[in-house]
């Protein structure tokens, strides 16, 4: 989820470079440009916990924690926007600051200093106690110049909603959608009902987007943010679009922001429907298989296979696909003949279960693994690196050959394999 998301953003080890390439962009030669800070736990930020930006020749990345709602993004930039970065960051005069280390990374991490780092031409790297003028001044230079650039980057950026979850502790209700691997899979858990996960037909997301344009969502980022400890807030709402944009709510039932009750009342009324539709299809059949996933590798990139199961308008079925380095290449829609024979073909497979070979000494050779799981909790899980469980050919073949006849090969395969 996004929670989790952005407080691994927020710990990672960041740095400030330019690197000095000549012919790019703009004509100033700056190739990549970067600032890092990060404040000791037991200092109290003076301008924010954790700052993180990366500019390339044509895109922002960009990271504030602490003292105000998360700042993130993501996407191009125009050289304009470029120019003025890079002004700022030049501005800086790293070299200059007390704690500078010159270009020695002594990787100190007290919690007592605040650490940041700069790479221009050569390397400067620093530590302090968090009260050093020069840097202060910089950084909220740098801060407030994001404070107001950022959204106005995100207004020009098609919003695509990625991911979102909603909590409601007094009523139990949680309820989450997000993509995977192109699909949108929902986790819906109402009380006084059965949980439920699943994957719908695309759509879903388009649908929850426009509700949040109907409230005017886009207002509410930041509501009761930092009103309650993480965790601990009664009611929680998160929501990020592809350019990381974050929507935050923190909240109590009665102190609510202006049409987020509205919204979480059509949300359910989106969502409960689905997870009932979900438990009356029955959603596995006995005998059926509840998770699938093989693969092969060898010194080059090779796809993966996986079964899972959607709600449409025809019920509950089930679907096989092809997934290239974690990104959809073919999907298909079985019958329930069809998952029968696929089921009974890995239940054949039943001996693998429990494999694990690795041949010693091999640095560059072919690999698999395999994952299952049947209604009533019957499981297989192998895996070998340049060695195999007696008859994997056979097996292998059998589960390729159903897989081939109904996931015809892609352009992708196509060319990997001349």
């Known amino acids: 989820m996004l929670r989790s998301c952005l407080f691994m953003a927020a710990v990672l080890p960041l740095m400030f470079c330019c690197d000095a390439v000549a012919g790019q ?31 390339t020749s044509a895109k922002l990345n960009v990271s504030l924690y602490g003292g105000m709602p998360p700042l993130v993004f993501t996407g191009p930039v125009d050289g304009k926007t470029r120019a003025e ?83 409601d502790r007094p009523s139990g209700d949680y309820l989450s959608v997000r993509v995977d691997d192109g699909r949108e899979q929902v986790f819906v858990s109402v009380k006084g009902q ?19 344009d109907k409230y005017g969502a886009e207002a509410w980022h930041g509501f009761g943010y930092g ?7 009664p009611v929680y709402f998160e929501a990020e679009y592809s350019s990381r944009q974050p929507l935050l709510v923190h909240a109590e039932q009665g102190f609510l922001p202006k049409g987020f009750a509205e919204f979480c009342r059509d949300l359910r009324a989106r969502l409960e429907p689905l997870a ?12 059926g298989i509840k998770r699938f996933r093989f693969g092969e590798s060898d010194m080059r990139m090779a796809p993966h296979y996986e079964f899972y ?37 890995l239940r054949g497979l039943a001996s693998w279960d429990g494999f694990k070979g690795h041949a010693r000494g091999v640095l560059d050779g072919p690999g698999f693994s395999l994952s299952v799981e049947f ?13 195999f469980p007696q008859g994997y050919r056979e097996g292998r073949d059998r589960l390729m050959d159903f897989i081939d006849k109904r996931l015809p090969a892609s352009e992708r395969e196509a060319v990997r394999g001349r």
């Open 194 to 212: 059965p949980s439920a996960e699943f994957y719908v037909e695309p759509g879903l997301l388009r649908d929850v987007r426009a509700l949040l």
């Open 309 to 345: 199961r959607r709600l449409d308008a025809g019920g509950a079925r089930a679907h096989l696909m092809r997934v290239w380095g974690g990104a959809p290449d073919g999907d298909v829609a079985l019958s329930p003949a069809e998952e029968q024979e696929l089921a009974g073909i």
């Open 276 to 287: 009932r539709r979900w438990h009356e299809a029955g959603a596995v059949p006995a005998g």
């Open 85 to 167: 970065i890079l002004a700022l960051l030049r501005s800086m005069n790293a070299a200059s600051w007390p704690g500078s280390t010159g270009g020695e990374d002594k990787g100190r991490r007290l919690k007592d200093q605040c650490e940041w780092s700069v790479i221009c031409s050569s390397k400067v790297y620093g530590a302090d106690k968090g009260r050093e003028t020069p840097r202060l001044e910089a950084e909220q230079r740098l801060c407030d110049y994001l404070k107001k650039k950022l959204p106005e980057l995100h207004a020009s950026l098609p919003k695509t909603l990625q991911k979102l979850s909603f909590s």
């Open 375 to 387: 209604a009533g909790g019957r499981s297989i899980s192998a895996s070998g690196y340049a060695k």
């Open 25 to 55: 962009e703009g004509g100033d030669g700056i190739r990549y440009a970067a600032y890092h800070s990060e404040w000791g736990e037991k200092l109290t930020p003076l301008v924010a916990r954790s700052i993180h930006l990366e500019l």
């Open 227 to 233: 009103k309650y400890e993480n965790g601990k807030m």
